[in-house]
């Protein structure tokens, strides 16, 4: 097979994927870069989606690191088609969860309206919120190659350092969670800000709500990387 046949194939593989899975509602939300079309800044995006206006107000380089950066090309875009399904997955099984496509990772965010959630001062996982983890750990269990950060916030009722313990309790609750219903736990990495980084108003009880809340962070990992970049002749 000639370069030029090469190039051509290349091409329209880049495009067919490009535009499929474009009903969900997750991968609509999802523009060329975040599909991983070309290279982005390190973890952006989807520190943005986690501790909001906070990006870069300090202590954010180490999970800046832990997030990589955006694969571009025909390795980026295969990457996204992958994510693409397994948004649209947790969508489907998950309807109350708030699930973004940012990047090349997938956000999913959770508070008291949208799946799993802690009775007051507790950080035990409680019926209504196995229902949920338990339909997490299986579409995590289902796509393999990927990594999963878990981040853990509280709102600003009570002391900061009480809240900044109670948010790593829940955040390693979780991870302890999903570790015990399948998912390995050498694909976890485990986070936590206590009231430190709001996306809501603090001072109405609707924002509070929301700043309760805990972010799964879906990553692709080095195999994922490296079979799309064997797949589309980049390596």
């Given amino acids: 097979m000639n370069i030029y046949l090469k190039k051509s194939l ?8 490009a535009i499929s899975f474009t009903n969900c509602k997750t991968v609509q939300n999802a523009n060329n870069k975040q599909k991983g079309a070309v290279i982005g800044a390190a973890g952006g995006a989807i520190l943005g989606a986690i501790i909001g206006n906070n990006v870069g107000k300090g202590g ?19 990457i996204g088609n992958k ?14 969860a708030i699930v973004e496509r940012v990047d ?5 965010t959770f508070d008291e309206e949208s799946g ?3 009775d007051t001062n507790k950080y035990n996982i409680n019926a209504a919120s196995q229902v949920t983890l338990d339909k997490l750990a299986n579409v ?11 981040v853990g916030h509280t709102d600003s009722a009570g002391a900061a350092e009480y809240n900044m313990t109670l948010s790593k309790n829940r955040a390693q609750t979780v991870t302890s969670y999903l570790s015990s219903h399948g998912v390995a736990s050498n694909r976890f990495t485990t986070e936590w800000f206590g009231e430190t980084k709001p996306t809501h108003d603090n001072s109405t009880a609707e924002g509070r709500l929301h700043n309760r ?8 990992n080095e195999k994922m990387v ?7 002749g980049e390596n």
């Fill in 83 to 96: 994510m693409d399904k397994q948004a649209q997955k947790i969508e489907e099984e998950i309807p109350g």
């Fill in 104 to 108: 090349d990772g997938i956000v999913v």
């Fill in 226 to 232: 490296k079979d799309a970049k064997m797949q589309s």
């Fill in 213 to 220: 809340r805990v972010n799964i962070v879906i990553l692709p």
């Fill in 116 to 118: 799993v959630y802690f």
């Fill in 140 to 150: 995590l269990v289902e796509y393999i190659d990927t990594n999963i950060l878990v």
């Fill in 60 to 78: 954010n380089g180490e999970l800046g690191a832990v997030i990589g950066g955006v694969v571009g090309g025909g390795a980026g875009i295969l």
């Fill in 10 to 17: 290349r091409v329209t593989l880049a495009i067919v994927l």
